[in-house]
């Protein structure tokens, strides 16, 4: 079974979800400075806006993730994911936050898109410190 599917598997997929919205709730709350209220007041708001959005919206970009994370699976290794993953942060970052980017776009997510683009200068930061956390919840569901 390839990474994606994997995480995508019905019988896993609702563990991986919690697990990646674990690791969100975590990531914001760790956050600290005037970058932290702003992206705390952002998660706050949008959470407030739509009951169980970050769940939700992390099931529904569960196939995206996957896929712009399998490549960095293939190439590890031997390797720890989670080192590997920080060892390439910023190429990590930017497919991840391709993903999210092009979920804002969307027109259905107008709203949150509003919410994430004053953020989402200081986002590639926050990925990049989060890579460790993910792929240490991530990579218990890959068989």
Do not use: C, H
Request: hydrophobic share 45%.
């Amino acid at each position: 079974m390839s990474f994606s599917e994997s995480l995508l598997d019905p019988a896993k997929r609702p563990q991986v979800v919690t697990a990646i919205a674990t690791v969100i709730d975590e990531e914001v709350n760790s956050k600290g400075g005037l970058g932290g209220m702003a992206i705390k007041g952002a998660y706050a708001s949008a959470k407030k806006m739509k009951d169980g959005i970050v769940p939700k919206g992390t099931d529904a970009m569960l196939p995206d993730i996957a896929s712009a994370l399998e490549p960095f699976w293939n190439a590890k290794g031997d390797q720890d994911f989670g080192a590997f993953l920080s060892s390439r942060s910023a190429e990590v970052a930017d497919a991840l936050l391709a993903v999210a980017d092009a979920k804002a776009e969307s027109p259905d997510n107008a709203a949150i898109a509003k919410l994430y683009k004053p953020i989402r200068g200081k986002a590639k930061g926050y990925v990049e410190e989060a890579l460790p956390r993910l792929a240490g919840a991530i990579t218990p569901f890959v068989s």
